[in-house]
C-alpha cells in the first residue's frame, strides 16, 4: 500500500530536549517535504527537498532542521523545541509520476511543555 | 506570492441538502488546485484536483469542484450532504512555474457540519 508514514504520532516534551520526527515514503518519490498545522493559520510549509541530498526552506524554517540521506527518509528535527513549536506536522511527498498529487502521512501531535 | 482564501470557517448544511465550499485563489502562472478533507484526529486525505482540461472535476466520495479562471474560484460542491462529510476542509494552490513548485499553499479551512 502506499503510504507516507511517521512516527511519532503523539509526544509530549520539554523545551530544549532535542527530538527527531521521521517520515518515510514507500512511493519512490523525489518531492518530500513538512507542514506544521495551526488552528485559524492552516497549513504551513517548513521546509522541502527536490530529491536526494537537496533540501530548501519554506515559510517557516525558524527551529527547524532537515535532512535527505535517502530518497524514501525524511526526516525532521528540532534542535531546541520551544513551546511555540507546540503544532501538528504532517510530512508529504509527491513525483511527476502521482500526477502533481501531494500525498500526506497521518500527522504527528507535537507539544512541548 | 500565491495565496488561498476560503472566506467561511464553518459552513452547516442538512443532510440531503447540496453543500458548497468557497475557495478563491491568486497565483501568477496557470494553476493546479487541490481540495483536501481531513476528519479528526486523521491526516489529509485527497479529495480532488484541477491541472487542466475540464473546468468541472470530479473526486472522491461524490465530491465535484469547479474552476472557474475568470473569477479565480474552486468551490467544492456535492449534490446531497452526508452525516459522513463532516469534516475540516482545505483548499491549496501550486504554481508550477514556480521554483520548488510543488509547494502547496492553503487555505485556512472550513469546518463543515452536516446536521442529520
Known amino acids: 500500500e502506499a503510504q507516507v508514514t511517521q512516527n511519532p504520532r503523539y509526544l509530549i516534551t520539554v523545551t530544549g530536549k532535542k527530538l527527531t520526527v521521521t517520515c518515510s515514503q514507500n512511493?519512490?518519490?523525489?518531492?518530500m517535504s513538512w507542514y506544521r498545522q495551526d488552528p485559524g493559520l492552516g497549513l504551513r510549509q517548513i521546509y522541502y527537498?527536490?530529491?536526494?541530498?537537496?533540501?530548501d526552506k519554506g515559510d517557516v524554517p525558524e527551529g527547524y532542521k532537515v535532512s535527505r540521506k535517502e530518497k524514501r527518509n525524511f526526516p525532521l528535527i528540532l534542535e531546541s523545541p520551544s513551546p511555540n513549536q507546540t503544532s501538528l506536522y504532517f510530512c508529504a511527498s509527491s513525483s511527476r509520476s502521482s500526477g502533481n498529487t501531494i500525498y500526506f502521512g497521518e500527522g504527528s501531535w507535537l507539544t512541548v511543555v | 506570492a500565491q495565496s488561498v482564501a476560503q472566506p467561511e470557517d464553518q459552513v452547516n448544511v442538512a443532510e440531503g441538502n447540496p453543500l458548497t465550499v468557497k475557495c478563491t485563489y491568486s497565483?501568477?502562472?496557470?494553476?493546479?488546485l487541490f481540495w483536501y478533507v481531513q476528519y479528526p484526529n486523521r491526516g489529509l486525505q485527497f479529495l480532488l484536483k484541477?491541472?487542466?482540461?475540464?473546468?468541472l472535476v470530479k473526486g472522491s466520495y461524490g465530491f465535484e469542484a469547479e474552476f472557474n479562471k475568470s473569477q479565480t474560484s474552486f468551490h467544492l460542491k456535492k449534490p446531497s450532504a452526508l452525516v459522513s462529510d463532516s469534516a475540516l476542509y482545505f483548499c491549496a494552490v501550486r504554481d508550477p512555474l514556480k521554483a520548488g513548485s510543488y509547494q502547496l499553499t492553503f487555505g485556512k479551512g472550513t469546518k463543515l457540519s452536516v446536521i442529520p
Open positions: 484541477y491541472i487542466t482540461g475540464d473546468n
Open positions: 512511493m519512490n518519490h523525489e518531492y
Open positions: 527537498s527536490m530529491n536526494v541530498e537537496v533540501t
Open positions: 497565483v501568477s502562472g496557470n494553476p493546479y
